[in-house]
């Protein structure tokens, strides 16, 4: 609210990818009517009874992690992982074809756009994993909010083919928040959707 201030801001939107709905989405929460629109791009969703299926296997097993380790005890352990491995990044990271959807391989391997996500995440890692561990908390833990109170127009894009957040956390959201709609996309995936219609997503929350 203070940058608002500063910046002379009384209205805006909100766009988000994955990782960034629960941030998001507890803004707009939070400012009610100064936050015009709302595109949330292969959003997670609240990890609920129901929700908790939406995840893979290994999501579902992060989910335990971090509901029965210590925090200190991630945060050390995610270090240590990190240590070890941060110079082979290259070696792991967005190398094995069979663990993407065709769609979002081909955008990961783009040659202008690969060593762009590449050198992204690897500032991300630079200073360590507990940023990652700290997402893990975020994502799995109820997110202090309830959805079903924000006021904004929010939609929800979602890639038919999206095998890293599942579809059904749109699904979810759209039959929770208000005035909430969900642009469902075939043949698109995590990746991919963003490139591919990255202006009609920011023609339609402009």
């Not at 707009?28 to 949330?40: E, L």
């Amino acid at each position: 609210q203070e940058f608002l201030i500063a910046q002379q801001i009384e209205k805006f939107s909100i766009i988000s990818v994955s990782g960034g709905a629960p941030f998001a989405l507890a803004i707009a929460h939070v400012m009610g009517d100064a936050v015009q629109k709302v595109a949330c791009i292969g959003s997670v969703g609240p990890i609920t009874q129901s929700s908790f299926f939406y995840l893979s296997a290994q999501q579902r097993k992060f989910w335990l992690l971090q509901k029965l380790a210590p925090r200190p005890l991630l945060h050390l352990l995610f270090h240590r992982i990190w240590k070890e491995n941060i110079s082979k990044l290259d070696e792991f990271l967005f190398t094995k074809e069979d663990q993407f959807n065709p769609q979002d391989y081909k955008v990961l391997t783009d040659p202008i756009l690969g060593p762009e996500l590449m050198n992204m995440t690897k500032t991300s890692l630079q200073k360590g994993a507990g940023g990652v561990v700290e997402d893990m908390y975020v994502f799995g833990s109820p997110w202090g909010f309830n959805i079903s109170q924000i006021k904004a127009p929010v939609t929800l894009w979602h890639g038919s083919g999206d095998n890293i957040v599942h579809k059904r956390f749109s699904k979810f959201m759209k039959m929770r928040i208000p005035n909430a709609r969900l642009r469902f996309i075939p043949n698109e995936s995590h990746y991919s959707l963003l490139l591919n219609y990255r202006d009609q997503i920011l023609e339609e929350l402009i």
